[in-house]
């Protein structure tokens, strides 16, 4: 899959663990999602998210991807 394609608007690529700081940043600055969806993010449970998969599926079929405004990460 060609994640560009994703979007005309927003530079998209796959993001990884050399992202972590940007991703954690992102997610702590919508604490409302949280309040409905705990419990908070941390580093931890992005890491296990990057790298859960379901029955069946392997690292091939998992897209972890970033929208991202000029330089900045604005979706996940």
Do not use: W
């Not at 999602?33 to 992005?46: C, D, G, L, M």
Request: aromatic content about 16%; hydrophobic content about 35%; overall charge negative.
């Amino acid at each position: 899959m060609d994640v560009n394609s994703l979007s005309q608007k927003f530079y998209v690529r796959k993001l990884d663990e050399n992202d972590l700081d940007i991703i954690f940043d992102l997610c702590c600055g919508n604490p409302v999602f949280y309040q409905y969806h705990p419990p908070f993010v941390t580093k931890e449970s992005i890491l296990k998210d990057m790298k859960a998969l379901p029955s069946g599926k392997s690292y091939d079929d998992k897209f972890y991807v970033g929208f991202f405004e000029k330089e900045s990460l604005v979706a996940i």
